[in-house]
T-cell receptor, first 115, second 117 residues
Framework: EAAVTQSPRNKVTVTGGNVTLSCRQT?????MYWYRQDTGHGLRLIHY???????QIGDVPDGYKATRTTQEDFFLLLELASPSQTSLYFC??????????????FGPGTRLTVL | AQKVTQTQTSISVVEKTTVTMDCVYE???????LFWYKQTASGEIVFLIR??????ENATVGHYSLNFQKPKSSIGLIITATQIEDSAVYFC??????????????FGGGTRLTVRP
């Protein structure tokens, strides 16, 4: 069973603040993803990565940066946080060996509030 | 661009009955994969079942099955003999196979299922 962990689990910041959300997966998956979840929108992809040093733009990337430092670690950066970024953030990973057929394994989520 | 729509925002059923959750999608690809995920009350998101667009047989896993109707771009999730613990939000998702899509997964807005005793 893939293990995906996220930290912090809850974060409160102020408008204009600098926030880093962390994600680690321990099953040697190649792909990692960052999503945000908002009522009525389901899960929306922010950024994703094929491996260390790789970054791909998702569907709602504005206001977010991401960095994949190792195969295990994927970070989401909000350099000037805004109230519109208040959301529940999920990290996920999937195995490249399964190709596009592979399911994604999700972390427990980080609730971010921007005041 | 790909799009996934779940028109039912919430459904309530009595325990031990069968429920179907609808999902329609838009894609220009001839080949794609469809997935269903479950989000429990605790927020945990888990994979349930998937369908390859090239396969005519409907996928089945435990008491979950799919009703794949390719001409209608529809992939319904059927849960038979529902249990209280099936109460959750269910998400439909699609992944295209063209090179530009990469490994991206597009989700629907979700359907909240409540199973009553």
């Amino acid at each position: 069973e893939a293990a995906v962990t996220q930290s912090p689990r809850n974060k409160v910041t102020v408008t204009g603040g600098n926030v880093t959300l962390s994600c680690r997966q321990t099953n040697s998956h190649n792909y990692m993803y960052w999503y945000r979840q908002d009522t009525g929108h389901g899960l929306r992809l922010i950024h994703y990565s094929y491996g260390a040093g790789n970054l791909q733009i998702g569907d709602v990337p504005d206001g977010y940066k991401a960095t994949r430092t190792t195969q295990e670690d994927f970070f989401l950066l909000l350099e000037l946080a805004s109230p519109s970024q208040t959301s529940l953030y999920f990290c996920a990973s999937s195995d490249a060996l399964g190709g596009l057929y592979a399911e994604q394994f999700f972390g427990p989520g980080t609730r971010l509030t921007v005041l | 661009a790909q799009k996934v729509t779940q028109t039912q925002t919430s459904i309530s059923v009595v325990e031990k009955t069968t429920v179907t959750m609808d999902c329609v999608y838009e894609t220009r690809d001839s080949s794609y994969f469809l997935f269903w995920y479950k989000q429990t009350a605790s927020g945990e998101i888990v994979f349930l079942i998937r369908q390859d667009s090239y396969k005519k047989e409907n996928a089945t896993v435990g008491h979950y099955s799919l009703n794949f109707q390719k001409p209608k771009s529809s992939i319904g999730l059927i849960i038979t003999a529902t249990q209280i613990e099936d109460s959750a939000v269910y998400f439909c998702a699609m992944r295209e196979t063209n090179n530009n899509a990469g490994a991206k997964l597009t989700f629907g807005g979700g359907t909240r299922l409540t199973v009553r005793p």
